[in-house]
């Protein structure tokens, strides 16, 4: 879908308040209501895409129920063991980035979960979406 002039002012506005280090409380105030507005926008260029996306958000709901008090619970045994990280642990991660990527988290949400910053969180979803990519055009061999 191509983005309307009011849609770019709405992206700019939001990557100017998420480039800010110090944000007063206004500000991050606007920045979850433009996470709002843009989690609302229709991402999809044709209904068939509007449907995949509208499967994907009903899909990252449901994994999203409980899995925070879970994933919680994992994150403090795997200090526990001293950072030896899981394989559930990593779905829970892709989980969550799904969840974000499908609008049910917003970016701030989603960098909270991950216990990481805002900058890594846009690092790791390109790396995602960049390995997802790669994936799909293997599988299409």
Known sequence: MIRTPADEKIFRERDKLLDKRNRTPAEGARLEELDEVISNMPHARNKE?????????????????????????????????????????????????????????????????????????????????NSGAALAGKLKR
């Open 49 to 129: 895409d509007q449907r995949a996306m509208d499967l994907i958000k009903s899909a990252a709901r449901l994994l999203c129920d409980d899995s925070l008090k879970r994933r919680s619970d994992r994150l403090a045994q795997q200090k526990h063991r001293r950072g030896k990280a899981s394989y559930v642990t990593e779905i829970e991660n892709l989980q969550i980035m799904l969840a974000w990527e499908a609008g049910e988290l917003s970016e701030g949400q989603a960098a909270k979960a991950l216990q990481v910053e805002r900058v890594a969180l846009r690092d790791l979803r390109r790396i995602a979406v």
